[in-house]
């Protein structure tokens, strides 16, 4: 059974910061690749960041320059750190697996974000 559990979200201050963390269990890790997603009220879920397991990594325009995506393969965990974090970003934040062989991918049960004074 795959599993993917997120934590680390909350309340932060504009211009604080969080670490997300996603643990997996279920799947071969190290082939995956792994991203985040977030979704604010009335928007559509997007695509934040997302690293492959070669350490490729792409993030949308909105995040570059102030999150980092990075994966630890041993702890089957990947991460997002958020800097300089804006009301903009308040959204729950998902944790994504895509394998690299099919059509199989997995999301965790989201975190909620909050920026905000």
């Known amino acids: 059974q795959v599993q993917l559990v997120e934590s680390g979200g909350g309340l932060v201050q504009p211009g604080g910061s969080l670490r997300l963390s996603c643990a997996a269990s279920g799947i071969i890790f190290r082939f995956y690749t792994m991203a985040w997603y977030r979704q604010a009220p009335g928007k559509q879920r997007e695509l934040v960041a997302a690293i492959t397991g070669g350490g490729t990594t792409n993030y949308a325009d909105s995040v570059k320059g102030r999150f980092t995506v990075s994966r630890d393969n041993a702890k089957s965990t990947v991460y997002l750190q958020m800097n300089s974090l804006k009301p903009e970003d308040t959204a729950v934040y998902y944790c994504?697996?895509?394998?690299?062989?099919?059509?199989?991918?997995?999301w965790g049960q989201g975190t909620q974000v909050t920026v905000s004074s």
């Open positions: 994504h697996a895509k394998s690299p062989m099919d059509s199989n991918d997995y």
